[in-house]
């Protein structure tokens, strides 16, 4: 069973930078995938970023790109993802997920990640 634990969330300005932490406790944290979803309220849970098993390789949702940086540190068994220039529109509970995905078509669709954290609530105010 793997736990992930969200922490970072918070109120910042528009323009502004959070940085998200997603911890897991599982010892094989380096074979999986890790993502970023996002829900903001009223709407469905939305893909954010994800980065592959060896960290060589990030995705990005079109509405982050050159924002959002994802990264992973296996010895911590943790996965960070930086936000930078936000906007209102990112506003949103932010959710941490892990999956055994190799396929490039699969780290956005959510159905395909294993793990769930709780969610991290991120406020952008204008």
Do not use: H
């Not at 995705?59 to 936000?83: C, E, N, P």
Request: with cysteine; hydrophobic share 35%; charged share 15%.
């Amino acid at each position: 069973q793997v736990q992930l634990v969200e922490s970072g969330g918070g109120l910042v300005q528009a323009g502004g930078s959070l940085r998200l932490a997603c911890a897991a406790s599982v010892r094989t944290f380096s074979t999986y995938a890790m993502a970023w979803f996002r829900q903001a309220p009223g709407q469905e849970r939305k893909f954010v970023a994800a980065i592959n098993w060896s960290g060589g390789t990030a995705y990005y949702a079109d509405s982050v790109k050159g924002r959002f940086t994802i990264s992973r540190d296996d010895a911590k068994a943790t996965v960070y993802l930086q936000m930078n220039s936000l906007k209102p529109e990112d506003t949103a509970v932010y959710y941490c997920a892990a999956g055994p995905i190799d396929s490039y078509s699969d780290y956005g669709v959510g159905l395909r990640y294993d793990y769930w954290g709780q969610g991290t609530q991120v406020t952008v105010s204008s």
